[in-house]
């Protein structure tokens, strides 16, 4: 697997708010579900912040007038009040579940799709741990932050403006004592808010990382038994999950740091506004009722005031998520230009004119891996592409499909140039086996019929398809056609994969095909045997076939000969054999044990 990046954030400054107002879009189908359930919150709390006022209106009134039928009508007032506190909650809640969930489906299917559209260079760029971090635990985050944090910020905000303005119309000068602890809060949750978003960054960043380590270790498992690495693998583990174990509990410091601070200073507010309030009502300056009142408000505001920290925690962890999020669906996709061209419907087979490429993470230094490809594969024409092992024959082959773009020149099939086709039109064209075949969870019959676009195929193609590429043992597994392969599957041998991927080339009958030394793991009977029936395949298409043995190469009616980035010579392999002499050192035994691998 190459060395993949784990992207960490881009440089400069970051604004969390702007960071989460990017989620907009995608919240948008559900405001006015948002916006109710936040009205319903305002409403439950501010059936607690009435709960002081009837206290107060108890004491100083019924308790006071020892009226125990005034008691009773407050007492179910308060009770009213707290019924109708706790069902506001639950609406809330029935308002958003549903909702959110279907927000967070389609972030997910948002990511997905992009990640299937953009071009290999990236999926070669990021570890596949990072993508699926960001697809699974980022937006549970986000739902978890559209669910609660966002709507109890603005609820808790509002209930504590609207708790000071009750604190301040019953005493001012206690009112004044409570605010006292607002200003170095601030600055407080400002420094903690830079530093916590630092440490939610790389924590996020750390579990995208432990996730491909698990992933490489479950794919590789075969090689590290083989290699008895399994030791050096959980000390590779074990260091990154102690990384993040670090990170994590670096947060919680944090974390209890600002929650210390968020609850002790209101509580130290409280308690000297008791003071003041007792000396007040002794003095006659307050009515007891009006105390009570005033302190039950201070106490109700507790949880608004305290949930601060917790919050703006959730909401920078949060905001670190969409960023993390963003961060994929920014990067840009394929690309598509040229929708919709069509072939000019000349046959005229594969060329190359002056195609040149380099990928984007070459040193700088050196030369473009293919520089000034000129070759042309007739129609109807096998080609078989031969040169030294690393020369760049598969990434040659991966620019017909445009699994690369060509950094220069161009490349027409029938005419037409490949930056103008359509994707679509591309894959319906151009059909692709690749040396280390990929089988995906699902049955015979399905990995095989996916070949042929998203039309499918019918049975016989698939059973025509499997008999070319000598796919016997396919009725001999315990499903037959029905088996499950790949990942979750039944699992095959080598050239039991590669010949189900070259059925799966063939199956739609494509115009072009790319093969990209699709027998290298067939014995030379079975080889031989598959080479038989595929000459009927490739009498009616135009292809491309990277060859590293002579057998292969046999297939070809032409060979091109690919050396230092340039076709050096085209021709038949018995031309070649008499004019070039790399291609003799090639061909040659020395030659094959070379590129053999
Ligand atoms: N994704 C990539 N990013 C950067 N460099 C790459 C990438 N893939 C391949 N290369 C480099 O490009 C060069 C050509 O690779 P390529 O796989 O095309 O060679 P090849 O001729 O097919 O080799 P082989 O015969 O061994 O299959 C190699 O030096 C390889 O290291």
Known sequence: MPEATSDPAPPGPRSAVRSLLRLWPYVRPIRGRLAGSAVAAVLASSMALLIPLVLKWMVDGPVADHDPSGVWLGGGVLLLLGLLEAGLFGLRRWLVARPLASVEASMRSALYGHLQRLPVAFHDRWASGQLLSRAT????????????????????????????AILFSQAWTLGLVLLLPIVPLVILCSVFEARYS?????????????????????????????????????????????????????????????????????????????????????????????????????????????????????????????????????????????????????????????????????????????????????????????????????????????????????????????????????????????????LFSATV??????????????????????DTAQCDFVARLPHGLDTQVGEQGLSLSGGQRQRLALARAIVGSPAFLVLDDPLSALDVHTEALVEAALREVLAETTALVVAHRPSTVM???????????????????????TESAEYRHLMSGDSERSMAR
């Not at 929708?339 to 004119?353: K, M, T, Y």
């Not at 399905?446 to 049975?459: I, L, S």
């Not at 032409?558 to 054999?577: N, P, Q």
């Open 137 to 164: 635990m980022d937006l549970q985050i986000l739902r978890m932050f559209l669910a609660f944090p966002l709507v109890f910020l603005v609820v808790n905000g509002a209930a504590i403006v609207l708790g000071f």
């Open 445 to 466: 019959r399905e990995n095989v019929a996916m070949g042929a676009g998203p039309g499918g195929a019918d049975e016989a193609a698939v059973l025509r398809a499997l």
């Open 555 to 577: 297939l070809a009616d032409r060979v091109a000969l690919l050396s230092e980035g340039r076709i050096t010579a085209v021709g038949t392999h018995h031309e070649l054999l």
């Open 198 to 438: 630092l440490a939610a960054r790389s924590a996020q960043d750390q579990a995208g990382d432990l996730a491909t380590v698990v992933e490489e270790s479950v794919l590789g498992v075969r090689i590290i038994k083989a290699f008895g690495r399994h030791r050096s693998q959980t000390e590779a583990f074990r260091a990154k999950a102690h990384g993040l174990r670090r990170t994590e509990l670096h947060k919680a410091r944090l974390l209890a740091d600002i929650w210390a601070l968020i609850m002790t200073l209101p509580e130290v507010a409280i308690g000297a506004a008791l003071i003041l309030g007792i000396m007040q009502v002794s003095d006659g300056e307050l009515s007891a009722g009006t105390l009570v009142a005033f302190l039950t408000t201070a106490l109700a505001l507790r949880w608004p005031v305290e949930s601060l920290g917790f919050l703006l925690a959730i909401s920078n962890e949060s905001a670190t998520a969409a960023d993390r999020f963003f961060e994929a669906i920014d990067a840009v996709e394929a690309d598509a230009s040229g929708l919709g061209a069509q072939p000019a419907g000349a046959l005229d087979g594969v060329r190359f004119e002056d195609v040149r490429f380099r990928y984007p993470d070459a040193p700088e230094n050196t030369p473009d891996l293919l520089h000034g490809i000129d070759l042309h594969i007739r129609p109807g024409e096998t080609m078989a592409l031969v040169g030294a092992t690393g020369c760049g024959k598969t990434t040659l082959t991966a620019l017909i499909p445009r699994l690369h773009d060509a950094t220069g020149g161009r490349i027409t099939l029938d005419g037409a140039d490949i930056a103008v086709l359509s994707r679509e039109r591309l894959r319906e064209l151009v059909a692709v086996a690749f040396e280390e075949p990929t």
